[in-house]
């Protein structure tokens, strides 16, 4: 049987793949003008029976209900933690496996509209399962590798690096992309997030990436990515390019994270902004020698210093985050980041706090 192009099941551990692929398949779907309405997000984290069989119900009713006003509807299934092989909230219950065979089996009999799409997303998936079985006949099935440890994420972060790479007008020189993964690591968001500050530190005047620019200004990778692009779009005060810089981290549990990674951000711009303000930096990030030494002192042990080892070009884009800030906006922001990852480590608030406070943040003061 022909695969239903309308149907689409993304599986894959690295998170950054997958869901990159079912923005493709949107934005190819539908027009940038009708999706905020046109897009149907069901969420399929779920850990006990209850939430599994209502998420299902969800996508089912989304599914099964064609466009009203717009030309197309696409149906999102995002993240679904329940399906076979899965891995979240223990063995599925008979009633969940039941409701999925059933699922896949409306799906298998009565082919969608040509004006209705479906992605399914999900980290795991086991391809032997009836449920995969029947959507490998209809639909178009992409699994992700990125699982694996040690040689083999390197490997297939090796061989992702080109095109991610592309997308940014780059280019490797021999060995430089080794030494760039060798910092950077195996997680594609990381990677992507890292290649967006090379770009911004090469500028325009050349596209490729030599060993000595990776040791200039790639971070080594961990838990806490520098999430460049949303940087970028906070030092340029532009709410259109956050809410573009936040789209990919759009799932449960990213708020923490954000909030971490920017209240650090603001810290240091904090410690930069007063520097400048003192008359010790200029905005060409050039350090004044008529510092004093408790002063110089103070800023390397805030870590931002002359003396302690970030670079010229570290110091100048530090520089380029303070300065369309004042010193009360920057403490303000820096105080909403905290208070916001407060609230979300107690579970009084989601993701979407983060995103908020930073659009406050951001926002340029009123003139008279």
């Not at 780059?170 to 060798?182: I, K, M, N, Q, S």
């Not at 990436?209 to 970028?232: F, K, Q, Y």
């Not at 570290?314 to 920057?330: C, D, G, Q």
């Not at 706090?353 to 406050?360: A, F, G, H, K, Y």
Request: hydrophobic share 45%; proline share 4%; net charge neutral.
């Amino acid at each position: 049987m022909a695969a239903n192009p309308n149907i689409h099941l993304f599986v894959g551990e690295d998170s950054y793949l997958v869901e990159a692929a079912a923005r493709r398949v949107i934005e190819a779907a539908v027009p940038s003008e009708l999706r905020a309405t046109a897009v149907e997000t069901v969420s399929g984290e779920a850990e006990n029976m209850d939430a599994q069989l209502a998420s299902l119900r969800e996508c089912t009713a989304s599914v099964q209900t064609p466009p009203f006003l717009d030309p197309v509807k696409l149906t999102w299934w995002r993240g679904v933690t329940f399906l076979p092989g899965g891995g979240v909230g223990g063995r599925l219950s008979e009633d969940v496996k039941a409701a999925l065979d059933k699922f896949s089996e409306s799906l298998v009999a009565s082919h969608l509209p040509d004006n209705q799409v479906l992605v399914i997303t999900a980290t795991k998936l086991l391809m032997t399962s009836v449920f995969a079985k029947r959507l490998k006949t209809i639909a178009h099935v992409v699994e992700f590798g990125g699982g694996g440890k040690g040689k083999e994420r390197a490997q297939g972060a090796l061989l992702r690096l080109p095109d991610l790479a592309d997308a940014e007008n780059l280019t490797f020189a021999p060995g430089a992309d080794l030494a760039f993964l060798a910092k950077v690591g195996s997680d594609t968001r990381t990677i992507v997030s890292e290649l967006q500050k090379m770009r911004a530190y090469l500028g325009t005047e050349r596209n490729e990436v030599t060993t000595a620019d990776v040791a200039a200004v790639t971070s080594v990778g961990g838990d806490e990515p520098e999430l460049w692009a949303i940087h970028d779009a906070v030092s340029q005060r532009s709410p259109a390019a956050l809410l573009k810089a936040v789209a990919p981290y759009e799932k449960d549990g990213s708020g923490i994270l954000i909030a971490t990674v920017m209240e650090k951000y603001f810290r240091e711009a904090i410690v930069c902004r007063d520097a400048l303000d003192r008359g010790w930096l200029d905005k060409w990030g050039r350090w004044s020698d008529k510092m004093s030494p408790s002063a110089r002192e103070a800023l390397d042990a805030a870590g931002f210093g002359p003396s302690t080892a970030k670079n010229a070009w570290a110091v100048k884009n530090a520089v380029r985050r303070a300065l369309p800030f004042s010193m009360t906006e920057l403490r303000v922001a820096r105080y909403r980041m905290l208070a916001a990852r407060e609230k979300l480590v107690s579970s009084v608030a989601d993701d979407a706090l983060v995103v908020s406070e930073l659009l406050r943040s951001i926002s340029k003061p009123r003139t008279k």
